[in-house]
């Protein structure tokens, strides 16, 4: 488990920097907070940590199949199966498809 944030940029001129996911779950049971400052600096900024941090060779891109299925591409090759970083994480993610969808 890792403390991070979640953030955009609009326009390189405003950033939102908050705790919330863009899901169900954060709109409707979880406690949230983020903040939305206007700033060209600030959003220039975090736009190109973001790129970089984004670029394919530090993060994997999920995309769909001709047939729908879910897979993981990175600059190393593409994965079929979703990457973890641990056993615990596996079983997690087994543990959360027991549950309905629109609640993860």
Do not use: C
């Not at 169900?24 to 979880?30: A, D, L, W």
């Not at 190109?48 to 993981?72: F, I, T």
Request: hydrophobic share 40%; no cysteine.
């Amino acid at each position: 488990m890792g403390l991070h944030t979640k953030s955009f940029v609009v326009d390189r001129k405003r950033v939102f920097i908050g705790s919330m996911n863009l899901d169900p779950r954060s709109f409707n049971i979880n406690a949230e907070a983020g903040v939305v400052v206007e700033s060209p600096g600030l959003g220039q900024a975090l736009a190109k940590v973001m790129e970089r941090d984004m670029s394919p060779q530090n993060a994997w891109q999920v995309k769909l199949d001709a047939g729908g299925n879910l897979y993981w591409e990175d600059d190393q090759g593409i994965l079929e199966e979703q990457p973890a970083r641990n056993m615990g994480q596996r079983i997690q993610d087994v543990i959360f498809e027991a549950f309905p969808r629109e609640q993860y």
